[in-house]
């Protein structure tokens, strides 16, 4: 069974701070890795996909792989209130369908004014 | 990303009845998905629904319970058969686009109560 790890949270930090949020899955062969958004009560919004080793910025987004260590991570900096949120983390297997994806079961962030 | 709708948006559902869900896209996708996520919990994939061909279900899900239509490459439904208070859950649909990526954009998603 592949799984994907998360901490539940809640992660509370300060209006202005950088949020940390991170991920660990078991599938040693996944390729491909996207941070989801999920408001209560309203549906996954895609914020970010990473496919390669390294950094990707997006705004005030980093999406971070590291294939080697099965670990990627979600950065928000300047946060806001508007980020409160929960943050799934989303890996497709290796081999067959890419589209396949197996959800964390996310990490509950709160930014407080 | 493509504008994704579903009907209905929740009911509250009989125990034993069915309720068929339909996920409308505003572009033509090559892969649509549906998904369940039960109350505190993440996504699970139930199947994917193939244009032209039966579904292809993940394991736990079978078609007799939840049997899939998709008649063109933009709509596609679900049918929660039989239900029990376990079915209550959020079901999603979900597309990914044709733009070489695998990156897949979620609809508003149908929440269902069964009594």
């Known amino acids: 069974q592949k799984e994907v790890e998360q901490n539940s949270g809640p992660l509370s930090v300060p209006e202005g701070a950088i949020a940390s949020l991170n991920c660990t899955y078991s599938d040693r062969g996944s390729q491909s890795f996207f941070w989801y958004r999920q408001y209560s009560g309203k549906s996954p919004e895609l914020i970010m996909s990473?496919?390669?080793?390294g950094d990707k910025e997006d705004g005030r987004f980093t999406a971070q792989l590291n294939k080697a260590s099965q670990y990627v991570s979600l950065l928000i900096r300047d946060s806001q209130p508007s980020d409160s949120a929960t943050y799934l983390c989303a890996v497709t297997p290796s081999g067959g369908s890419n589209y396949k994806l197996t959800f964390g079961k996310g990490t509950l962030l709160t930014v407080n004014p | 990303s493509a504008v994704i709708s579903q009907k209905p948006s929740r009911d509250i559902c009989q125990r034993g009845t069915s309720l068929t869900i339909q996920c409308q896209v505003d572009?033509?996708?090559?892969?649509m998905f549906w998904y369940r996520q039960q109350p505190g919990q993440s996504l699970t994939l139930i199947a994917t629904?193939?244009?032209?061909?039966?579904?292809?279900?993940e394991s736990g899900f079978v078609i007799d319970k939840f049997p899939i239509s998709r008649p063109n490459l933009t709509f596609s439904t679900l049918t929660v058969s039989n239900m029990s208070p376990e079915d209550s859950s959020i079901y999603l649909c979900?597309?990914?686009?044709?733009?070489?990526?695998?990156?897949?954009?979620f609809g508003p998603g149908t929440r269902l109560t069964v009594t």
């Open positions: 572009s033509q996708v090559t892969m």
């Open positions: 979900s597309v990914a686009m044709d733009r070489g990526t695998d990156e897949q954009y």
């Open positions: 629904a193939n244009q032209g061909s039966e579904a292809t279900y």
């Open positions: 990473i496919y390669s080793n």
